[in-house]
């Protein structure tokens, strides 16, 4: 990817078979080979209203972060982390965007959105410099990390981080990559049922896109495809409603657009 080259790239299946591409202002136009890799426009395109969307890749892992903005640090009078601090979410959360998700039968806890943005690995990725990391950076996505509130606090002598975060279908992100971005400059919204529930700028991040994947590479390697979700900030709440739909929206990225049902 040509630096500052600015595309939005996607996944589709059509006819049944999968296939990745760019999008322009009307359609999809079809490329052929990898997305991480070599790959070239077939010269044939696609209206959106034939395709069902896609996750936009497949990661091997999600990493999302905890505690990484200076606003919501401040309001929950939390010390900012002097490194990042972060879990591993499941991959069977990963969602098509539109798609519905429902609260598991057996839990009747409180349910929040997390609107985030996610930063996509290019190319594998170990012990780099935040120097380094952009050319380590495909793009940019938008993410929704979806939590069970009542499940992460229900032990006392263990936060359940992974199980709170795993459940099936909590983790949609989407609907493209977008590449030749500085994330410096974005701004991500949420909006919960037609009212906007967050609007933050990713500028207020305590550790930088490229500070992040540097520290992560570090404690293990990253992968083409894999996601950063690098926390989110103050507006988080919780879906009450028997329909809840929520859209998180980063200008330059697109809208991220999924139901949420009790």
């Not at 999302?64 to 640090?73: I, S, T, V």
């Not at 590449?179 to 967050?198: C, S, Y």
């Amino acid at each position: 990817m040509m630096a500052g080259e600015m595309k939005q790239w996607l996944r589709f299946r059509h006819a049944g078979t999968t296939g990745f591409g760019t999008l322009t202002a009307s359609e999809i136009s079809v490329h052929e080979g990898e997305m991480f890799g070599r790959n070239s426009a077939t010269g044939k395109t696609l209206a959106l209203s034939e395709v069902e969307l896609l996750a936009p890749c497949a990661p091997s892992k999600i990493v999302a972060l905890w505690n990484n903005f200076h606003a919501l640090a401040a309001k929950l009078n939390q010390p900012e982390p002097p490194e990042p601090l972060y879990l591993l979410k499941a991959t069977t959360t990963i969602t098509t965007p539109g798609a519905v998700i429902r609260r598991p039968s057996y839990y009747d806890g409180k349910t929040t959105y997390e609107g985030e943005l996610g930063i996509v690995i290019g190319k594998t990725c170990a012990r780099v410099s935040p120097a380094e990391a952009d050319s380590f950076i495909f793009g940019y996505t938008c993410v929704n990390d979806i939590t069970a509130n009542d499940i992460l606090t229900s032990d006392p002598t263990f936060p359940q981080w992974a199980r709170a975060k795993g459940i099936d279908d909590y983790g949609p992100f989407g609907p493209v990559i977008a590449t030749g971005l500085d994330p410096a400059k974005l701004t991500v919204r949420t909006i919960l049922n037609g009212a906007e529930r967050q609007n933050y700028p990713i500028s207020d991040m305590i550790f930088s896109a490229q500070a992040l994947v540097s520290k992560i590479s570090h404690d293990m390697t990253l992968l083409p495809g894999d996601l950063i979700a690098v926390g989110t900030s103050v507006g988080v709440g919780v879906m009450k409603e028997p329909v809840n739909t929520v859209t998180v929206a980063i200008d330059g990225i697109g809208e991220l657009t999924n139901e949420f049902r009790l």
